[in-house]
Each structure stands twice: as C-alpha cells, then as structure tokens.
C-alpha cells in the first residue's frame, strides 16, 4: 500500500482523517513538532517524523519513500501566525514535494475561500496556498468543507454555549468521519485529481440550530446565548485577549458570509464520491457516547 505523509494529524480535523486512512491500511508517516505526543494518540499504527513546516531539511527527510501527501495547517491567532503556517508552511511543503517528486497532495481548504473574500487574511492565507499548489506542478486536489460538526463543542464553556454574531447565517454541518472518507478516496482514485471540490453536509442550518440539536442531545441542560460582534470585540480589545480577538474576526466573517455564497457547490463531490449524510443529530449521538462513557 502507498505512504501517506500527513502533515497535521493529531488535531480535531486531522485525526479523523489519520484513523480513517490507518483503517484504509494506508502506510503512514505522520509528521509532527512533537512526536511523543503524537504516539500517545496512534501508538505503533504510523510511522514518525519529527521536524517544523519551517524547516526544508526536516520535510525533505520526511517525505523519503512517501509518495502522496496530506496537508491540514491552521494558523492563527496573529496575522503574521496565518501567514507563516498556513501559505508559508504550505510553500514550503510544496518546494519539498517537488524534490521528492511526490505523485499527489490532498490538502484542506474552506467553503467560503474566494477571491472575493480574500480582504480577510484567514481567507487569504487559503487562496494563496491554493494558487501556490496548482502552480507547483504536482497532481493536487483541493477540499473546502463546510463547518464540521466537531466545532460545536468548542462553543460550550460552564454549561452554555455562546457563539458571536446574529447566528442567522446558514451551514452545511459536516462530520469529520464524513470528510475523512472523502480524503481517503482521493489517494485510492485519479478521479479527483487535479480538482477543488466543495463538500457539504446534508442539509444547511444556523449555528444557533446547530448548537440546540447538540446540546438537546448531549448536554440538555446547557443553555445558549450569543454576544453581538460589536460587544465581543470591545471585550476582546479591554482583555487584550488574542486569541478571542482572532475569535471575534472569524465569526465576524461567517455572520455575514454563508454556505449559499460558495462559488461551486458540492455536486461534483458528490458525484464522484456521494454525499455526506451524517445529520448534527446523528454526530451528535455518537459524540454523547464517546463523552459519557457509553
């Protein structure tokens, strides 16, 4: 079976991603800043390699005897941090996989990355790792998921979960199980090669609607409250909180920027692979196990 680097496989988007292709029996390598970290979650199922996206030496190593790879970077809270891990990191994977004359990279992008929208630097960062990749001259396939179903624990904080913004926009809720496999069937196939491929859950929502089907589910007597923009960015600006100051930006962007802007739906996804049907109820069902033990 052919070896998979995957660079970004311990986080919650890339470690769906690292089971479903160790189910796949895919030979990986993972390659991680922290190496010991990483064997605590996948133990002896990859192979390791220990080195930084800033580092040519350590990726050119990496990428020994592998022939495909995956990229899942998130930068942040900083500008400067976007800009260095995900279009610097992205180059430089890239310069790597040249030299190492990788047959294909499958990397992770966003529903709503569009030239249009490249003001915004988290979007930016994308769209230029995109441009970068398909001038690389290797065979590449781009995803742009929607929101993943996987963020909305991360609204939960002492039994109420508070998002940003009117909470009227609407999203196409994504399980990273759902995507996993997508990513998986494009190291089995050439049928996305060469191809950017939006993928949606089955049916679009507001994070508020979100948040209430998850919680009725998993957490029944948590409540829901929002903050407006204007009121998280001002407690953003007299915490000097960074990290909700970059919080603040991105949910800023989606209050106004839905799944129904996308330039290219996910049709083509979903012919080639068929759609994604796990509902915000039935992740959420499967997360209520895992969190309670059952």
């Known amino acids: 079976m052919s070896r998979i680097l995957v660079v970004g496989g311990?986080?919650?988007?890339?470690?769906?991603?690292?089971?479903?292709?160790?189910?796949?029996?895919?030979?990986?390598?993972?390659f991680t800043t922290?190496?010991?970290?990483?064997?605590?979650?996948?133990?002896?199922?990859?192979?390791?390699?220990?080195?930084?996206?800033?580092?040519?030496?350590?990726?050119?190593?990496?990428?020994?005897?592998?022939?495909?790879i995956y990229i899942n970077l998130k930068g942040g809270p900083r500008d400067a941090d976007y800009i260095r891990v995900e279009e610097e990191g992205s180059k430089n994977i890239y310069a790597a996989a040249n030299e190492a004359s990788i047959k294909k990279i499958v990397q992770i992008s966003g529903a709503n990355v569009d030239e249009k929208n490249a003001r915004y630097i988290f979007v930016r960062v994308k769209l230029e790792a995109e441009h970068a990749l398909k001038a690389s001259g290797v065979t590449y396939t781009?995803?742009?998921?929607?929101?993943?179903?996987?963020?909305?624990?991360?609204?939960l904080r002492h039994n109420k979960?508070?998002?940003?913004?009117?909470?009227?926009?609407?999203?196409?809720?994504?399980?990273?199980?759902?995507?996993?496999?997508?990513?998986?069937?494009?190291?089995?196939?050439?049928?996305?090669?060469?191809?950017?491929?939006?993928?949606?859950?089955?049916?679009?929502?507001?994070?508020s609607e979100a948040l209430r089907r998850f919680l009725s589910i998993v957490y029944p007597d948590a409540k829901i409250d929002h903050l407006s923009v204007w009121l998280a960015k001002f407690s953003a600006m007299i915490t000097f909180n960074k990290s909700l100051k970059s919080a603040v930006r991105v949910m800023a962007f989606f209050d106004k920027h839905d799944d129904s802007e996308v330039a290219v739906g996910p049709e083509e996804t979903d012919r080639l692979f068929g759609g994604c049907r796990t509902t915000v109820e039935l992740w959420s069902e499967v997360y209520r196990k895992v969190v309670k033990g059952i």
Do not use: H
């Open 10 to 30: 311990t986080g919650m988007l890339g470690r769906p991603v690292t089971m479903e292709l160790i189910k796949e029996n895919f030979d990986l390598r993972l």
């Open 142 to 155: 781009i995803l742009r998921p929607s929101w993943f179903c996987e963020s909305l624990p991360l609204f």
């Open 34 to 68: 922290n190496a010991e970290r990483a064997r605590e979650i996948f133990a002896d199922k990859v192979e390791y390699a220990a080195g930084n996206i800033d580092d040519p030496t350590s990726l050119k190593k990496a990428m020994e005897g592998c022939e495909y």
């Open 161 to 207: 979960a508070v998002y940003i913004g009117s909470g009227k926009t609407s999203f196409y809720f994504l399980a990273a199980p759902d995507y996993a496999r997508i990513v998986a069937r494009c190291f089995q196939t050439d049928r996305a090669d060469n191809k950017t491929l939006t993928i949606f859950g089955p049916e679009p929502m507001p994070i």
